[in-house]
């Protein structure tokens, strides 16, 4: 009979199986807590460079590295770029969508004086008549009709709701290698001049991409690995050439899951879905989650 007044705790890394990648945020923001993370099991640290800005970053390297050596503890460093920023731009209100209702977007235009949807990004130099445009996590679904003097136009086939800077996602727009943005090359040159181990590239579509980061990190003397982010269509439908390519891959499941049928991403147990295609011999890792 177990007596439940005598617990037997047993140390995390004594059964711990798995590696753990944690996210350096608002909530981690101190040596204190980035310390405690490595003590809770966390064997990389992620470092998003959608937020905050170069001095910040290096503070959080320099208390990683500390961490590290204090705990003895090994710890990788992820720089997780930012890619293209492909979604919703700002508007105040709330945007009611009926089925069947054409929508009208544009880059960084003004919803109230248009009566167009800002985006972030000028959809209207890749999109394709045709072409399925999926926003808000996919919540409302639409189909590309037309693209006539900077603006796209679609039809709702779903109704729903809009918010500002909600994601879209664009399951057939080929990007033609244009995923690597002016924002991330500067942040590539900065991390060539830091610790950093591994960098995570965002949106890619094709070994192409991977090839083309890897040619500027050579030429910035940038010796980290590349982790290709696995979460739009054309990587899955590129998926062995990019993992002959990257030297891991990432699958962001939230976002690949928009994209494409749920069964494709399924587990990493079920070797007929995209966990079935590391035949590379590459590390393959899971990201639930996209904290901020």
């Known amino acids: 009979m177990i007596d439940s007044h005598h617990e ?3 140390p995390l890394r004594h059964y711990k199986r798995t590696k753990i990648i ?4 608002p909530a981690t923001d101190s040596y204190a807590a980035i310390k405690q993370l490595i003590l809770d099991g966390a064997n990389g640290l992620r470092l998003n460079f959608s937020h905050g800005d170069h001095p910040q970053k290096s503070q959080h390297i320099k208390w990683i590295r500390k961490a590290s050596r204090e705990l003895k503890k090994p710890v990788a460093i992820i720089q997780d770029l930012q890619g293209p920023k492909i979604r919703l731009g700002e508007f105040d209100d709330i945007i009611t969508v ?3 209702q054409t929508l009208k977007l544009g880059y960084e235009v003004d919803w109230l004086e248009t009566g167009i949807i800002p985006t972030q990004y000028d959809l209207s130099t890749k999109v394709k008549r045709g072409e399925r445009l999926y926003i808000f996590d996919g919540k409302v679904r639409t189909e590309i009709t037309s693209v006539k003097n900077g603006i796209v136009y679609c ?3 779903n109704d729903g709701i809009l918010l500002k800077r909600k994601g879209i ?3 057939d727009t080929d990007f033609g290698g244009d995923v690597i943005t002016e924002k991330d090359k500067a ?3 900065y991390g060539s001049t830091q610790d950093i181990d591994y960098v995570a590239m965002s949106f890619i579509q094709s ?3 991977i090839e083309n980061m890897r040619k500027m990190m050579k030429n910035l003397g940038y010796d980290a690995r590349i982790i290709a982010k696995l979460e739009t269509k054309l990587a899955i439908d590129n998926i062995n050439e990019i993992m002959q390519a990257t030297d891991v891959a990432m699958v962001a499941r939230g976002d690949m899951a928009v994209e494409v049928n749920p069964e494709v991403v399924r587990s990493p147990s079920d070797r ?3 966990w079935g295609f590391s035949t590379a011999n590459r590390p393959l890792w899971r990201h639930r989650c996209s904290p901020a």
């Open 169 to 171: 996602n664009l399951p």
């Open 155 to 157: 039809e709702a086939h």
């Open 98 to 100: 009926r089925k069947g």
């Open 22 to 25: 944690a996210t350096v945020g």
């Open 8 to 10: 037997h705790h047993v």
């Open 187 to 189: 942040d590539l040159a």
């Open 272 to 274: 007929s879905s995209v």
């Open 207 to 209: 070994a192409a991409d």
